[in-house]
């Protein structure tokens, strides 16, 4: 008796084949000037991160997934370049991601948008909002509060870093922490300064910012749990604004995730205003 081949639904049979992406398929990519990896970069994530990014032989499709912030549990979209099948690669780099026991998958919407039913048909949710401000310089407002002394942080400064990472910790949610070698990283970065706002010696706050020549921005800033709402947050800000503007900013950006009221309270009482058309989303699936 003849044995029938098992049966593929029309929608498997019209699926090309999906295949883990390794580095020896990058020439067969064809990248162009309209991906945003170049062949060398897509090189080290599918080194330093490999089994996770997925291609499509048949239209040369891809999704590269790598560490997002130096952290191996989180998961983020590097890019994905994908029309026609864009969810199948969504699903595959899902797949993938839950397989080698990511927490959580993501991909943000900075450089790319697209409908929120696509990311509804590839199975990721809105994780969350993101939302830009900005300020003048020139208008930076006086402040008083209490005694903070500032001190820059430096890479050999392996303790103040260390307290850094736990305030970090203890002050963002979980996907916002900066691991510490994401800020070992970070202060390699030769237009990035990192200072801590110590009370009585013990660190109490922190704050990153990046200068680009009349351009500022804040990267970070917390305040640790304890000291909250006392005044720590805005004198942190100060500094951070006037740093910025003695080295030549004249306007600073930051960000914030759009349900942080506590940080938005704080940037819109000290002047800045709302940037709409930087913000962004993040979608993704949790796996636990
Ligand atoms: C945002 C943050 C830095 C503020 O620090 P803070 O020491 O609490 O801030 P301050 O005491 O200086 O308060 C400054 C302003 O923030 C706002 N604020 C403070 N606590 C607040 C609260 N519980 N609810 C709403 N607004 C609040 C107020 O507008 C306050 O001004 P006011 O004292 O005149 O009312 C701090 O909450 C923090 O570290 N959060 C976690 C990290 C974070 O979210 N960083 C920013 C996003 S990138």
Redesign the pocket.
Known sequence: MPVSAPRRDRADAERPELLTMTPDNIPDLHLGWRNRCGPEEMHRVLCSYPGRSVWLPATREFGLVGPWRHRDEIAAVRELSASRNAAAVVEGLTERARDSGATVLLTMEIDETRRPAFYERAGLDLLETVITYELGTASTPPTK?PPLTFQRVSTSDKATVADVVALDHA??PWL?WNSALEFQNYLTAPEVELWVGRVDGVVA?YIGVTIYHHWGH?D??????A???????????AFAVRLLAQRGARRVG????GN???????Y??FGFQRVASNDYRLYGVWFR
């Open positions: 509060g002050a963002f916002w706050a804040l970070r800033i917390a305040v640790d749990p000291r909250q709402g006392n005044g720590l947050g805005v004198a942190s800000l930051l960000s914030t995730q942080n009221v506590r940080s938005q309270c704080l819109e009482r």
